[in-house]
T-cell receptor
Framework: EPEVTQTPSHQVTQMGQEVILRCVPISNHLYFYWYRQILGQKVEFLVSFYNNEISEKSEIFDDQFSVERPDGSNFTLKIRSTKLEDSAMYFC????????????FGSGTRLTVV | RKEVEQDPGPFNVPEGATVAFNCTYSNSASQSFFWYRQDCRKEPKLLMSVYSSGNEDGRFTAQLNRASQYISLLIRDSKLSDSATYLCVVNPKTSYDKVIFGPGTSLSVIP
Protein backbone atom coordinates (compact mmCIF):
# COMPACT_ATOMS: atom_id res chain seq x y z
CA GLU A 1 0.00 0.00 0.00
CA PRO A 2 1.42 3.44 -0.92
CA GLU A 3 2.76 5.46 1.98
CA VAL A 4 3.55 9.02 2.91
CA THR A 5 7.07 9.06 4.30
CA GLN A 6 8.33 11.60 6.82
CA THR A 7 11.83 12.25 8.08
CA PRO A 8 13.21 12.54 10.65
CA SER A 9 10.92 10.73 13.06
CA HIS A 10 12.19 12.83 15.94
CA GLN A 11 14.05 16.13 15.91
CA VAL A 12 15.39 18.00 18.90
CA THR A 13 16.43 21.58 18.31
CA GLN A 14 17.38 24.62 20.32
CA MET A 15 15.05 27.58 20.51
CA GLY A 16 15.78 30.03 17.72
CA GLN A 17 17.21 27.44 15.36
CA GLU A 18 15.82 26.64 11.94
CA VAL A 19 14.38 23.21 11.25
CA ILE A 20 13.27 21.52 8.06
CA LEU A 21 10.81 18.67 8.21
CA ARG A 22 10.67 16.44 5.17
CA CYS A 23 7.88 14.50 3.56
CA VAL A 24 7.56 12.33 0.47
CA PRO A 25 3.88 12.21 -0.49
CA ILE A 26 2.31 9.38 -2.44
CA SER A 27 3.58 9.71 -5.99
CA ASN A 28 0.32 10.29 -7.86
CA HIS A 29 -1.21 12.58 -5.26
CA LEU A 30 -1.66 16.24 -6.11
CA TYR A 31 -2.67 17.89 -2.83
CA PHE A 32 -0.33 18.17 0.10
CA TYR A 33 -0.81 19.28 3.69
CA TRP A 34 0.90 19.89 6.96
CA TYR A 35 -0.94 19.43 10.26
CA ARG A 36 0.40 19.48 13.76
CA GLN A 37 -0.66 18.01 17.08
CA ILE A 38 0.59 19.38 20.38
CA LEU A 39 0.73 16.61 22.97
CA GLY A 40 -2.71 15.97 24.40
CA GLN A 41 -4.44 18.34 21.99
CA LYS A 42 -6.31 17.99 18.75
CA VAL A 43 -4.86 17.83 15.27
CA GLU A 44 -4.58 21.35 13.80
CA PHE A 45 -4.36 22.46 10.19
CA LEU A 46 -1.27 24.42 9.15
CA VAL A 47 -1.16 24.66 5.36
CA SER A 48 -2.35 23.13 2.11
CA PHE A 49 -0.39 23.09 -1.13
CA TYR A 50 -1.55 22.44 -4.66
CA ASN A 51 -0.11 23.16 -8.09
CA ASN A 52 3.13 24.42 -6.55
CA GLU A 53 1.58 27.05 -4.39
CA ILE A 54 -0.09 27.46 -1.02
CA SER A 55 -3.84 27.12 -1.39
CA GLU A 56 -4.72 27.80 2.21
CA LYS A 57 -2.99 28.46 5.52
CA SER A 58 -4.05 28.83 9.12
CA GLU A 59 -3.30 31.56 11.63
CA ILE A 60 -0.62 29.31 13.09
CA PHE A 61 1.25 29.38 9.77
CA ASP A 62 2.89 32.78 10.21
CA ASP A 63 6.01 34.25 8.64
CA GLN A 64 8.19 31.81 10.55
CA PHE A 65 6.79 28.93 8.51
CA SER A 66 7.29 28.10 4.87
CA VAL A 67 6.68 25.13 2.60
CA GLU A 68 8.34 24.01 -0.57
CA ARG A 69 8.17 21.22 -3.10
CA PRO A 70 11.66 21.56 -4.51
CA ASP A 71 11.96 18.55 -6.78
CA GLY A 72 8.55 17.08 -7.55
CA SER A 73 8.78 14.41 -4.88
CA ASN A 74 9.73 16.03 -1.55
CA PHE A 75 7.46 18.39 0.34
CA THR A 76 9.14 20.31 3.14
CA LEU A 77 8.07 22.43 6.07
CA LYS A 78 10.58 24.95 7.35
CA ILE A 79 10.38 26.74 10.66
CA ARG A 80 12.86 29.62 10.60
CA SER A 81 13.29 30.41 14.27
CA THR A 82 11.76 27.78 16.50
CA LYS A 83 9.94 28.60 19.70
CA LEU A 84 9.21 26.37 22.66
CA GLU A 85 5.54 26.32 21.66
CA ASP A 86 6.43 24.82 18.28
CA SER A 87 7.09 21.52 20.06
CA ALA A 88 4.54 19.14 18.58
CA MET A 89 4.03 16.20 16.28
CA TYR A 90 3.99 17.40 12.68
CA PHE A 91 2.06 15.30 10.19
CA CYS A 92 2.30 15.51 6.45
CA UNK A 93 -0.66 14.31 4.40
CA UNK A 94 -1.51 13.92 0.76
CA UNK A 95 -4.55 13.17 -1.31
CA UNK A 96 -5.29 12.78 -4.98
CA UNK A 97 -8.38 14.91 -5.25
CA UNK A 98 -8.43 17.37 -2.37
CA UNK A 99 -9.64 17.54 1.21
CA UNK A 100 -13.10 16.16 0.41
CA UNK A 101 -11.71 12.69 -0.24
CA UNK A 102 -9.81 11.73 2.90
CA UNK A 103 -6.10 11.96 3.60
CA UNK A 104 -3.21 9.58 3.87
CA PHE A 105 -0.98 10.78 6.68
CA GLY A 106 2.68 10.15 7.23
CA SER A 107 3.84 8.75 10.54
CA GLY A 108 4.89 12.20 11.72
CA THR A 109 7.94 14.05 12.98
CA ARG A 110 8.10 14.73 16.69
CA LEU A 111 9.71 18.15 17.09
CA THR A 112 11.06 19.05 20.49
CA VAL A 113 12.30 22.59 21.01
CA VAL A 114 14.51 23.07 24.06
CA ARG B 1 -19.43 27.03 19.62
CA LYS B 2 -16.42 24.94 18.58
CA GLU B 3 -16.26 23.84 14.95
CA VAL B 4 -16.27 20.12 15.72
CA GLU B 5 -17.22 18.69 19.11
CA GLN B 6 -17.13 15.13 20.37
CA ASP B 7 -17.94 13.23 23.52
CA PRO B 8 -14.73 13.53 25.54
CA GLY B 9 -14.76 9.98 26.86
CA PRO B 10 -12.94 7.88 27.74
CA PHE B 11 -15.18 4.97 26.89
CA ASN B 12 -14.23 1.71 28.61
CA VAL B 13 -16.19 -1.23 27.23
CA PRO B 14 -15.87 -5.03 27.42
CA GLU B 15 -15.00 -7.08 24.37
CA GLY B 16 -18.06 -7.77 22.29
CA ALA B 17 -19.90 -4.64 23.36
CA THR B 18 -21.49 -2.13 21.03
CA VAL B 19 -20.29 1.44 21.43
CA ALA B 20 -21.46 4.67 19.81
CA PHE B 21 -19.60 7.92 19.35
CA ASN B 22 -21.26 11.24 18.69
CA CYS B 23 -20.02 14.35 16.96
CA THR B 24 -21.54 17.73 16.19
CA TYR B 25 -20.29 20.40 13.81
CA SER B 26 -21.06 24.09 13.72
CA ASN B 27 -20.90 24.97 10.02
CA SER B 28 -24.16 23.99 8.38
CA ALA B 29 -22.56 24.28 4.94
CA SER B 30 -19.99 21.57 5.68
CA GLN B 31 -19.81 19.10 2.88
CA SER B 32 -17.60 16.12 3.70
CA PHE B 33 -17.35 14.08 6.84
CA PHE B 34 -15.00 11.39 8.06
CA TRP B 35 -14.06 9.22 10.97
CA TYR B 36 -10.38 8.63 11.61
CA ARG B 37 -8.75 6.53 14.29
CA GLN B 38 -5.54 7.46 16.01
CA ASP B 39 -3.46 5.11 18.07
CA CYS B 40 -1.32 6.58 20.82
CA ARG B 41 1.44 8.79 19.38
CA LYS B 42 0.67 7.63 15.83
CA GLU B 43 -0.76 9.32 12.78
CA PRO B 44 -4.52 9.52 12.17
CA LYS B 45 -5.78 6.83 9.82
CA LEU B 46 -8.92 7.14 7.75
CA LEU B 47 -11.55 4.76 9.07
CA MET B 48 -14.42 5.73 6.82
CA SER B 49 -16.11 8.56 5.03
CA VAL B 50 -19.63 9.41 6.13
CA TYR B 51 -22.34 9.68 3.49
CA SER B 52 -25.75 11.28 3.75
CA SER B 53 -27.53 7.94 3.45
CA GLY B 54 -25.37 6.37 6.14
CA ASN B 55 -22.81 3.71 5.42
CA GLU B 56 -21.44 0.53 6.88
CA ASP B 57 -18.08 -1.17 6.72
CA GLY B 58 -18.07 -4.48 8.53
CA ARG B 59 -18.62 -3.81 12.22
CA PHE B 60 -18.59 -0.04 11.73
CA THR B 61 -21.63 2.07 10.85
CA ALA B 62 -21.55 5.82 10.26
CA GLN B 63 -24.57 8.09 10.17
CA LEU B 64 -25.00 11.72 9.20
CA ASN B 65 -27.87 14.00 10.17
CA ARG B 66 -27.43 17.26 8.30
CA ALA B 67 -30.48 18.90 9.89
CA SER B 68 -29.06 18.37 13.37
CA GLN B 69 -25.42 18.77 12.23
CA TYR B 70 -24.65 15.49 13.88
CA ILE B 71 -22.46 12.54 12.95
CA SER B 72 -22.24 9.18 14.67
CA LEU B 73 -20.07 6.10 14.59
CA LEU B 74 -21.26 2.75 15.86
CA ILE B 75 -18.87 -0.10 16.53
CA ARG B 76 -20.42 -3.53 17.00
CA ASP B 77 -18.75 -6.54 18.60
CA SER B 78 -15.81 -4.51 19.91
CA LYS B 79 -12.35 -6.05 19.67
CA LEU B 80 -9.29 -5.32 21.77
CA SER B 81 -7.72 -3.91 18.60
CA ASP B 82 -10.43 -1.24 18.40
CA SER B 83 -8.84 0.54 21.37
CA ALA B 84 -7.81 3.94 20.03
CA THR B 85 -8.95 7.54 19.83
CA TYR B 86 -11.70 8.17 17.28
CA LEU B 87 -11.56 11.50 15.50
CA CYS B 88 -14.53 13.17 13.86
CA VAL B 89 -13.34 15.22 10.87
CA VAL B 90 -15.25 17.75 8.79
CA ASN B 91 -14.48 19.57 5.55
CA PRO B 92 -16.18 22.97 5.87
CA LYS B 93 -17.61 24.33 2.66
CA THR B 94 -16.05 27.70 3.39
CA SER B 95 -12.76 26.06 2.71
CA TYR B 96 -12.30 23.35 0.17
CA ASP B 97 -8.74 22.55 0.97
CA LYS B 98 -8.56 21.70 4.63
CA VAL B 99 -10.40 19.65 7.19
CA ILE B 100 -11.17 20.36 10.84
CA PHE B 101 -10.50 17.69 13.43
CA GLY B 102 -12.54 17.15 16.53
CA PRO B 103 -10.73 16.58 19.82
CA GLY B 104 -11.35 12.83 19.66
CA THR B 105 -13.01 10.26 21.88
CA SER B 106 -10.84 7.65 23.54
CA LEU B 107 -11.98 4.02 23.51
CA SER B 108 -10.54 1.21 25.59
CA VAL B 109 -11.85 -2.28 24.96
CA ILE B 110 -11.29 -4.46 27.99
CA PRO B 111 -10.87 -8.25 27.94
Amino acid sequence: EPEVTQTPSHQVTQMGQEVILRCVPISNHLYFYWYRQILGQKVEFLVSFYNNEISEKSEIFDDQFSVERPDGSNFTLKIRSTKLEDSAMYFCASTMRGASYGYTFGSGTRLTVV
Amino acid sequence: RKEVEQDPGPFNVPEGATVAFNCTYSNSASQSFFWYRQDCRKEPKLLMSVYSSGNEDGRFTAQLNRASQYISLLIRDSKLSDSATYLCVVNPKTSYDKVIFGPGTSLSVIP
